[in-house]
């Protein structure tokens, strides 16, 4: 099988090819669907191994590596930041020793001069994704990023060896999965003009009418799930606008919701909160809670970091007696206002000791968002019986 | 089998031989690709490349997998049964195929176009997975097996926008049509609009990719905006196309307002 190391290269790109690809590259080989040629070989093997057009990319490069030459002769540094912007590559496990910021940037130096080419994964080059504390999108305990992602969060840390392990599944939560854990809030009702045949009930009354048909019909079954959904769009959440986005498209792809509110909020919600991101069409909460019985299921999204000042004292506009209420008054109000509510924090876990994450998770019950964490909250708000302390 | 396009549909090498590769190994086509790039098409130029008759199944976001294999009419035999004009001792007479069914019976190789997949609830194509990789099902109602004596040549579309689930997309070949570049697009207009004055053509493909490129136009125009658009020029007598404010019949490639809207404040600002 020549085209094993395409295999591999593929998967170390993260790309999932396996057995199944493999036998049906083989098999289409076998019947000659390449026309023998490397060009067909290219295509055959593209449309037997890749299955999203996202991994259209990897895979070209996974040939270019595997067979054939590349000319690299541009300037390094410009070449690393180019490869370090395309790919975030998953991230694998590493149990090394966090080696500290002076012998990481020593490392760094020495081996860019040693560099020639552009790395994913693997343990020693600088590049995208693997156990190299060089580079980014990288699981070392510790390490040196190259790119920077917002907010000074991305570069040096050196904290807990494998503080990123309940992360891993985060990289990969996507949004059929987001999708797939909404679904859970499915609930469906009867109503409208009776237009559905009851086929079982039919039988039954034609049964005992002796034979004449007797037709019964019944409304048919509608989505009977309300939510508000509630997003922080201030600026710690700027990391985070990838999975805001995915999570948002995800919600309005569902189908199953009767209504679906969204609104925004920064940091924290005073009084009012807004129907665009750039805080336009505001909504006084007081209206909306007239509105919105507490059987609407509230999902509040943000990392609930913010100065301690901010949750205790009432927000900018305290013109009137109504928002001089403090923001953590606020939260309270909502969550004692509907049956079912949680909050979903893109914050990693090991983070939410000893900060306001602390407070509001007193006041809602919150659970990160990966893909355990969103499935968990869906079964918490399906329960109906909110478990607040 | 081979299939190279027809006069309508160009193709180029990469599309060939993933179409090859699909009637080799059996497995189902999936086509991607952004909206007005020729998915549904495809279908009909490999059916009538290979001369084969194509059976439709057009996805909507209620239809469920049941209705591609068989519906059972209790309706009609309870109504029959009433009236007594008809012999409803026989169920099989009340059993209508889907489009799927239709394939799997058909005396002949067909090819089943699986339209816009994406389009259904998100568990729909693993509801599909058993039938499409078997080739046959049961009917329930009367344990009649309905195999497919010939495996269809099966293209499914899907837009670029959704994700399908991983346990079909393994069972595929895949496609990911490009948005054509200006070189094949120039070929397609030919195609249509045979004959087309030279200089209007580069005017309006100047205008349509410059359209295309601003990145505040939320639905970008495609193929067939584009050919419209032409159409429309041409009948018009329409000699210049002005990528300014004037720019005439925007509304053929623009059809959101927003977007017409960005389009007006970015020729201002520019001019």
Redesign the interface.
């Known amino acids: 099988m020549f085209f094993q190391g395409l295999l591999y290269r593929l998967r170390e790109q993260d790309v999932?090819v396996g057995i199944?690809?493999a036998l049906?590259l083989a098999?289409?080989l076998k019947?000659?669907?390449?026309?023998d040629t490397v060009?067909?070989f290219y295509?055959?093997a593209?449309?037997?191994m890749?299955?999203?057009?996202g991994h259209?990319d990897a895979f070209d490069r996974a040939f270019l590596a595997e067979y054939g030459n590349l000319d690299w002769d541009t300037s390094l540094t410009e070449q690393l930041r180019e490869w370090l912007d395309e790919q975030n590559v998953r991230m694998s496990e590493s149990s090394e020793e966090p080696p500290d910021l002076a012998e990481l940037l020593e490392m760094f130096e020495q081996r860019k001069a040693e560099q020639t080419e552009r790395h994913d994964g693997g343990p020693y080059w600088i590049g995208t994704g693997g156990k190299s504390p060089l580079g980014q999108g990288g699981v070392a305990a510790a390490g040196l990023s190259t790119g920077s992602s917002g907010g000074g969060r991305a570069a040096v840390r050196i904290a807990d060896a494998r503080s990123y392990r309940p992360y891993r599944s985060d990289v990969t939560l996507?949004?059929?999965q987001m999708?797939?854990a909404l679904?859970r809030l499915r609930a469906f009702v009867r109503e409208g003009a009776q237009v559905e045949?009851d086929?079982e009930a039919?039988i039954d009354e034609?049964a005992r009418n002796a034979g004449?048909?007797e037709?019964v019909t019944r409304p048919p079954s509608k989505p009977n799930t309300h939510v508000i959904l509630m997003i922080d769009v201030g600026g710690s959440m700027f990391p985070y606008t990838t999975l805001m986005s995915q999570l948002f498209s995800a919600t309005k792809?569902a189908?199953h919701f009767k209504e679906l509110r969204t609104y925004y909020f920064h940091n924290c919600v005073y009084g009012k909160v807004y129907g665009t991101e750039r805080f336009t069409e505001p909504t006084w909460v007081h209206d909306l809670l007239r509105e919105c019985g507490p059987h609407y299921k509230l999902i509040m999204v943000g990392d609930a970091f913010m100065a301690p000042y901010e949750l205790g004292q009432s927000g900018p506009w305290s013109a009137t007696d109504a928002s001089r209420v403090p923001g953590i008054q606020w939260l309270q109000i909502l969550a004692d206002h509907f049956r079912d509510s949680c909050w979903l924090n893109p914050e990693p876990l090991s983070r939410w000791n000893g900060s306001t994450i602390e407070d509001i998770g007193r006041v809602f019950e919150m659970f990160p968002l990966t893909t355990e964490g969103l499935t968990e909250a869906m079964a918490h708000l399906n329960r109906g019986t909110p478990q607040r302390r | 089998m081979e299939f190279t396009g027809t006069q309508a549909y160009l193709t180029n090498p990469a599309l060939e031989a993933a179409v090859r590769c699909s009637l080799v190994l059996e497995k189902p086509l999936l086509v991607r690709g952004e909206p007005g790039t020729g998915k549904t098409l495809l279908a009909e130029a490999v059916a009538e490349a290979l001369g084969m008759p194509l059976i439709t199944w057009h996805v909507k976001s209620t239809t469920r997998a049941q209705e591609g294999l068989y519906h059972y009419d209790t309706v009609q035999r309870l109504y029959d049964s009433r009236f007594g004009d008809h012999d409803v001792r026989d169920i099989r007479e009340y059993i209508h195929m889907g489009a799927l069914g239709q394939a799997f019976q058909s005396p002949e190789r067909v090819v089943l176009l699986i339209d816009e997949i994406d389009k259904a609830d998100i568990e729909f194509p693993n509801d599909l997975l058993h039938e499409l990789d078997r080739m046959r099902f049961t009917v329930m109602e009367t344990g009649d097996e309905v195999a497919a004596a010939h495996r269809p040549v099966v293209v499914i579309t899907s837009n670029a926008e959704k994700e399908l689930p991983d346990a079909f997309l393994r069972r595929c070949i895949f496609h990911y049509i490009d948005f054509p570049d200006r070189e094949l697009m120039a070929r397609i207009v030919e195609v249509h609009h045979p004959g087309l004055d030279r200089d209007l053509m580069n005017q309006a493909l100047t205008a349509f990719f410059a359209v295309r490129g601003m990145d505040r136009i939320r639905k970008p125009p495609s193929t067939s905006e584009l050919v419209d658009w032409i159409a429309m020029l041409q009948t018009a007598g329409e000699t210049e196309v002005d990528l300014g404010e004037n720019m005439p019949f925007l509304g053929t490639l623009l059809k959101k307002e927003q977007d017409i809207e960005a389009f007006r404040t970015r020729s201002t600002r520019r001019y």
């Open positions: 999932s199944t690809e049906a098999a289409a019947a000659g669907a390449h026309d060009r067909g295509y055959a593209r449309a037997t890749i299955h999203h057009e259209l996507d949004i059929r999708e797939v679904r045949l086929i039919t034609t004449e048909i037709v792809k189908t």
